[in-house]
C-alpha cells in the first residue's frame, strides 16, 4: 500500500489523476474502520488532510461552499446559523471525536444511503463541486447519488466542496435510532421551507437504495401551505404530506429495522418536521 | 515508511510504519505509549482518545501518516511528572475507575470538555460530551461525579 501526502490541491488532483485507485482518506471515520476491519485494502491512500484550500468555508451571493476538509464539529458552531438543516444532522453524526474529524465531503464520498447529511443537502438543494486535472464539474445533489454507496464521481475526481444555499426558511432534520448517540439511521428525514419561492425541499434518509427527495411530496406541500396568511396547514393536509413522503420511499427489511417500521416512522418525521417548521415560519 | 510525531511535547519518529496502520497502533506498539486503549478499533468506544492538535479523536481511526508532523497528546501526556492532572485525581477520588480499560479514553475526553466549558457543565453537557466513550464497568455515575468534581474544582481552585 502507498500513502501519498499531496500538500497543495493541485498536487491532489495530479495524484489522483495518475493513481485513480487510490482512496482519498479526509476524517478517516469510514476508511479506516474499512482497513482495521480488514474489509478491503486500498492499493493507496490520499491523504487530504494537509491541502490547506480544503480546510476553509466561505460565502458569497448566499451559497456556502464548505472545503472537503471541514468537520461536522465546525459545520456546527460555524455555519449552525445558516445552514440549520445540515447542523441539525451533523449534530447526530457518532459521537464528538468522530464530529471532529468526519466531513460532509467524506459521507458523500461513501455515500452510504444512511448518511445524515444526505436528506438536509436535498431538501436546501445542495450543489457538490467535483474536480479533477481535467477541470471542475458542479453535480446537482440528486445527480450525486447513483446507487448503494455510490456516486458520480468519476475516477480522477476529488470533492473540493459542497455548495449550500444559505437558508431561506425553517429547516429540520429528524432521524430515528435505537439512543441519542453513536447511531446509524433506522431512517431520516430532513425538511426545508423556501418561502421567497413558495417551494418546499425534502430528503429521505436509509430508507431507498440512495438518499433520495419526496417531489410529490414536495408539490403537494408547496401549493397546500398558506404562505401569505400564515394559517396552519389542515390535518388532512399534514397526513397527506406524509403519506405522499412514504410513497416515494423503498426502504427494505434490515438488521436496524424493517420496512414496515420505516414506512410508518418516514410518515411520523415528516409530520413533525412539518410542524416544527410551520411553527417556526408562524413565529411561534 | 517513517512517521514524525511530537507525542506529549517530545519528537518521536516511527519507523517500518505499514500506510494502513493507526495511530493507536503506532503509539501502542512502536513508540511504546500504552496509556490509549484499543478496543473496537472501529471509533465506538473512544478507549483509544487522544489529542491531536489539540482536539480529541479516536486515534484508530487517524492513519498513521495523517500524523505526521502533527502534536499528539496522550493520557500520559496529562500528568505532570508524578502529579495527576486535576482530572485524573477526581477519577481516582470518585471511584470513578474500576478495570481502568475506558479510563485513557475518558480522561482525555474529560478534559477536553472542562477546558472548553467555563464553570460546571450542565449534566446533560456531559452526557453529550462522553457519548462516544462506553464503559463497561461503572454504570457511569461516578465518571458524572468525577467531572463535576474536577470542573468545579477548575472553577474555584
Ligand atoms: C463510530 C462511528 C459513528 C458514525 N456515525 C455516523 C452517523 O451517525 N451518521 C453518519 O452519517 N455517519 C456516521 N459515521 C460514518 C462517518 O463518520 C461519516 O460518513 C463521515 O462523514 C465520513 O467523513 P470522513 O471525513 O471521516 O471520511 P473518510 O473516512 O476520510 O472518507 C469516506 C469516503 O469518502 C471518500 N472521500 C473523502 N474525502 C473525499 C474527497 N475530498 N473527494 C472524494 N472522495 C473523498 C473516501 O475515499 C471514502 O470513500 C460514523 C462512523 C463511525 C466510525
Ligand atoms: S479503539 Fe478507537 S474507538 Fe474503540
Ligand atoms: S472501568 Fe471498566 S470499562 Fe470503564
Given amino acids: 500500500m502507498d500513502f501519498l501526502r499531496p500538500v497543495t490541491w493541485a498536487d491532489a488532483l495530479a495524484a489522483k489523476a495518475e493513481h485513480p485507485a487510490a482512496t482519498p482518506i479526509q476524517g478517516g471515520t469510514d476508511v479506516m474502520v474499512e482497513i482495521n476491519l480488514d474489509k478491503g485494502r486500498p492499493s493507496a491512500l490520499l491523504d487530504l488532510n494537509p491541502v490547506a484550500e480544503l480546510q476553509d468555508w466561505d460565502e458569497s451571493d448566499g451559497w456556502f461552499r464548505i472545503g472537503a476538509g471541514v468537520s461536522y464539529t465546525r459545520v456546527i458552531t460555524e455555519l449552525g446559523a445558516w445552514l440549520p438543516g445540515l447542523a441539525q444532522a451533523s449534530r447526530t453524526v457518532g459521537s464528538p471525536q468522530i464530529r471532529n474529524r468526519g466531513t460532509v465531503a467524506g459521507n458523500l464520498g461513501a455515500a452510504s444511503p444512511a448518511g445524515d447529511s444526505h436528506p438536509p443537502l436535498l431538501a436546501s438543494g445542495a450543489m457538490v463541486e467535483a474536480e479533477s486535472v481535467r477541470g471542475t464539474r458542479l453535480i446537482p445533489i440528486g445527480e ?86 400564515r394559517t396552519a396547514p389542515s390535518p388532512e393536509a399534514v397526513r397527506r404530506f406524509g403519506e405522499l413522503v412514504v410513497q416515494a420511499a423503498s426502504p427494505i427489511d434490515d438488521v436496524r429495522g424493517t420496512r414496515d417500521y420505516r414506512l410508518h416512522a418516514l410518515a411520523v418525521m415528516a409530520r413533525r418536521t412539518l410542524g416544527w417548521a410551520w411553527a417556526e415560519y408562524k413565529g411561534e | ?97 474500576q478495570c481502568g480499560f475506558c479510563t485513557p479514553g475518558l480522561i482525555v475526553q474529560a478534559h477536553a470538555l472542562i477546558a472548553a466549558t467555563p464553570g460546571v457543565p450542565a449534566d446533560a453537557e456531559i452526557r453529550e460530551a462522553l457519548a462516544g466513550n462506553l464503559c463497561r464497568c461503572t454504570g457511569y455515575e461516578k465518571i458524572l461525579d468525577a467531572v463535576r468534581l474536577a470542573a468545579a474544582r477548575k472553577a474555584a481552585p
Fill in chain 1, 144 to 229: 450525486f447519488y447513483t446507487g448503494v454507496k455510490r456516486n458520480a464521481l468519476a475516477p480522477d475526481e476529488l470533492i473540493r466542496a459542497v455548495r449550500v444555499p444559505r437558508a431561506d426558511g425553517p429547516q429540520y432534520f429528524s432521524k430515528i435510532g435505537t439512543r441519542n448517540a453513536m447511531v446509524i439511521a433506522v431512517c431520516s428525514f430532513g425538511l426545508a421551507l423556501h418561502p421567497g419561492r413558495r417551494e418546499v425541499g425534502t430528503g429521505i434518509g436509509s430508507a431507498a437504495p440512495t438518499p433520495r427527495r419526496a417531489p410529490e411530496a414536495e408539490r403537494f406541500l408547496a401549493g397546500e401551505l398558506d404562505w401569505e396568511g
Fill in chain 2, 1 to 97: 515508511m517513517r512517521v514524525n510525531v511530537t507525542v506529549n511535547g517530545e519528537k518521536l519518529t516511527a519507523g517500518d510504519v505499514w500506510p494502513g496502520e493507526s495511530l493507536l497502533y503506532v503509539l501502542r506498539e512502536r513508540l511504546g505509549l500504552p496509556g490509549a486503549k484499543n478496543a473496537c478499533e472501529q471509533g465506538e468506544c473512544g478507549s483509544c482518545t487522544v489529542y491531536l492538535d489539540g482536539t480529541p479523536v479516536c486515534a484508530c481511526l487517524v492513519a498513521a501518516g495523517q500524523a505526521e508532523g502533527r502534536e499528539v497528546v496522550t493520557v500520559e501526556g496529562l500528568a505532570d511528572g508524578d502529579r495527576l492532572d486535576p482530572v485524573q485525581r477526581a477519577f481516582v477520588e470518585c471511584g470513578a475507575v
